[in-house]
């Protein structure tokens, strides 16, 4: 009896085999889903990330033991990479291109939807970035590297200058349908949309290339249904969304990477040279992209070395011309990277260890639980890393938009599945000798044990977001599959309304966590540098042979770009560096644009004191904030004897014109010299 009863409990038709069948995969997704909503709230450790976590792990746990105990059910987890739903046809083409279609239009529409004021201003990494442009259109010589802003790579850069070459297409688009995108008619219009989309018009067209890509390689490997779950995440992806709408190259990597492997897992297949040239030039131009793009390769090697033992050598005749092909196209990508090394202006060493900085300069860093939280990061992000630098970690402003408000950068839905579904992948890698899934859970940890050893940045790990949607789609699927093979056809719809709704909380939370929590938290937006932008384009406007003064704190950079080149702008950060009682005595007009922070307060009152002729104004931001002062100007009216005079009638006005002469103008004291003289 106890055998029989054994028996029983074992067969698929038996109490637990109906539970691992039905509600198992179900059930431990709930979990991961609740486990991450817990995670996702204010609460510190007792109420929120303890419990969280426990249910999270909870869930892994029921995962594992359902994938342990199923291994009788060979017919519905085949050997290989592609595989056919049980109970789920294959779409219509007509259908499934319409489908497609409507999720990559609809996530370039969020990528374009109120650009005009989501972000709030020009970040001074995008300000580098747009530098290095102008440098570009000016006719500087080719190079892969620049020699500002730590040795970016250049691609994005070329991309850009031929954005801005072609710029006006883009933006008459938007100018002629503003409602459409949520944009303000003025907003469109004033220059500072000239000088910012076309930055960000690359990151725009990048993102969205992506989603195209995503689905093109999900469904080669997967089927339509995960390339549709996967590609539909990864549209609303807060952490993608960001990115994809900000002048920052790191958007170039997961493009080059989706296409790389792509290639590469066809090429092993199929054994055709031109799949083994395209995956060496992809290899090779990515990392043209982005710095993090190095662990795609690392990944590859480890793949290679890992095909035999594990199973993933298809026995095809391509097999046999495999090492031939694969040595071919190592060629072509070492080619691309002897090239790209060549035009660096740099050594082998210094352009193979560029970013490593980001490690060696933080004496405080713990580098294990980097790796751990940058694994984890889609889940929960400490506040120690929403910074821009400490003595611990050092990101960039970008990076630190969600965790500045305390948000995930990842949506519940997405963070949650993901869990299961890098698990479920490892599984199927190693029990069902599924080589794309080996190469996806390869990449993801290449990404986390190389780069996350600097700590969880968003910029860095950005290459494994579309990864982690491919997993999150990847239990999706399973989860509808298992309730889909109950009762077929009428339990296929039961599974499709577990999954549809899924879906459309992901799409929510992505749009409100980016445009409506995110995009309008002052908090959240700080390192866009919105006084900054704002103060970089007032400048511009006034008249060229104007001296002036600009007093700030941060992102000096965005201020560089939107002022252009102009020799009697000074910026200054360090008002002691400034010879007060020497401009006021100068002969020619002069313009003091003061940033709202407490280290010029004392500045403004001496101007004030000294000088009662001069015409103060202060500044709001009308867009955002009408009443809060962003910063102020004060003005030191001079006639053409050089006497002072009250200010004209309209500011800013024109001054007498005639560039003042070099020694008219007051230089700045190196700081650390002692305080000059009529020094508040």
């Known amino acids: 009896m106890r055998v029989a009863a054994q028996g029983t409990a074992d067969h698929p038709g038996g109490p637990l085999g109906v539970f691992l069948r039905m509600a198992a995969i179900p059930l431990a997704a709930a979990l991961a889903l609740m486990g991450q909503v817990v995670l996702s709230r204010p609460g510190g450790y007792s109420r929120s990330l303890l419990p969280g976590a426990a249910l999270l792990a909870l869930a892994l746990a029921l995962l594992i033991f359902v994938l342990a105990r199923r291994r009788f059910e060979d017919a519905e987890e085949p050997r290989g990479g592609k595989r056919t739903a049980a ?22 529409y969020l990528r374009l939807y109120r650009i005009d004021l989501v972000p709030w201003g020009l970040n001074n990494d995008e300000a580098i970035n747009a530098l290095e442009i102008k440098d570009i259109m000016d006719g500087r010589p080719f190079a892969t590297l620049t020699q500002r ?29 503003p409602a459409v995108f949520g944009l303000t008619r003025k907003f469109v219009d004033d220059p500072l949309m000239a000088l910012v989309f076309p930055l960000r018009s690359v990151a725009i067209a990048a993102g969205t290339l992506t989603l195209l890509a995503l689905y093109l390689f999900a469904r080669d490997r997967f089927g339509w249904l995960v390339a549709l779950l996967a590609t539909a995440f990864l549209a609303v ?28 897992l066809r090429a092993l297949e199929t054994g055709r040279m031109p799949d083994h040239v395209a995956w060496g030039v992809c290899l090779g131009l990515g990392l043209w992209s982005y710095t993090s793009f190095r662990a795609i390769p690392i990944a590859m090697v ?25 040595l071919i196209a190592a060629g072509v990508a070492a080619a691309v990277l002897g090239l790209l090394m060549v035009f660096s202006g740099l050594g082998p060493v210094a352009f193979l260890t560029r970013g490593a900085y980001a490690s060696l300069i933080v004496p405080k860093a713990n580098f294990p639980l980097n790796i751990l939280t940058s694994g984890l990061m889609a889940h929960y992000v400490p506040w120690r890393y929403a910074v821009i630098q400490s003595e611990a970690f050092i990101s960039d402003g970008m990076s630190a938009v969600y965790g500045l408000i305390g948000l995930a950068p990842e949506t519940t839905v997405v963070a949650a599945l993901s869990a299961l579904g890098i698990v479920y992948a490892a599984w199927r890698a190693l029990r069902r000798q599924d080589a794309a899934c080996g190469l996806l859970v390869l990449c993801f940890l ?27 789609a990847l239990i999706a699927r399973r989860l509808l599959e298992d309730v889909a093979a109950l009762r077929p056809p009428l339990t296929v719809w039961l599974g499709a309304l577990l999954v ?15 445009f409506l929590r995110a995009g309008k938290s002052e908090q959240a937006m700080q390192h866009f540098g919105a006084p900054q932008t704002i103060m970089g384009m007032f400048v511009r406007t006034l008249p060229s042979d104007r001296v002036v003064y600009v007093l700030h704190t941060l992102r000096v950079d965005t201020l560089r770009y939107l002022i252009g ?10 008002p002691s560096t400034l010879d007060l009682d020497g401009i006021i005595k100068m002969p020619t007009s002069a313009t003091l644009v003061i940033e709202y922070a407490r280290p010029f307060a004392e500045t403004l009152r001496y101007l004030i004191m000294r000088y009662p002729l001069g015409d103060a104004t202060q500044i709001a931001d009308a867009r955002l904030d009408p009443d809060k002062i962003i910063f102020y100007t004060y003005t030191l009216w001079k006639d053409e004897t050089g006497q002072p005079m009250p200010p004209p009638d309209a500011f800013p006005g024109a001054p007498p014109r005639g560039a003042p002469s070099p020694g008219d103008v007051p230089p700045l004291v190196p700081p650390g010299e002692g305080p000059p003289r009529g020094r508040p």
Not at 450 to 472: D, E, H, I, K, Q
Not at 500 to 514: E, I
Request: proline share 6%; with cysteine.
């Open 87 to 108: 109970g789920l046809r294959d779409l219509p083409p007509g259908l499934e291109w319409t489908l497609i279609a409507l999720i990559v239009f609809g996530g370039l």
């Open 149 to 177: 802003g730590l040795n970016r790579e250049t691609m994005f850069h070329y991309l850009g200058a031929f954005a801005f070459g072609s710029g006006e297409i883009e933006i008459n688009l938007l100018k002629a349908m």
């Open 237 to 264: 992806s807060p952490w993608h969304l960001l990115y994809s709408r900000v002048g920052e190259r790191a958007i170039l990597a997961p493009l080059f990477a989706i296409a790389t492997i792509g290639f590469f």
């Open 302 to 326: 480890g793949f290679v070395l890992l095909r035999r033992p594990l199973g993933w050598v298809a026995g095809t005749a391509a097999q046999a011309r495999a090492p031939r092909a694969l």
């Open 446 to 472: 290449a990404l986390v044990l190389t780069v996350g050893v600097a700590g969880p940045s968003l910029t860095r790990m950005l290459v494994n977001v579309p990864w982690l949607c491919l997993f999150g």
């Open 500 to 514: 549809a709704p899924l879906v459309a909380w992901s799409a929510a939370q992505g749009y409100s966590n980016y």
């Open 565 to 574: 080149n102009r020799p009697n702008v000074s910026l200054v950060s360090d």
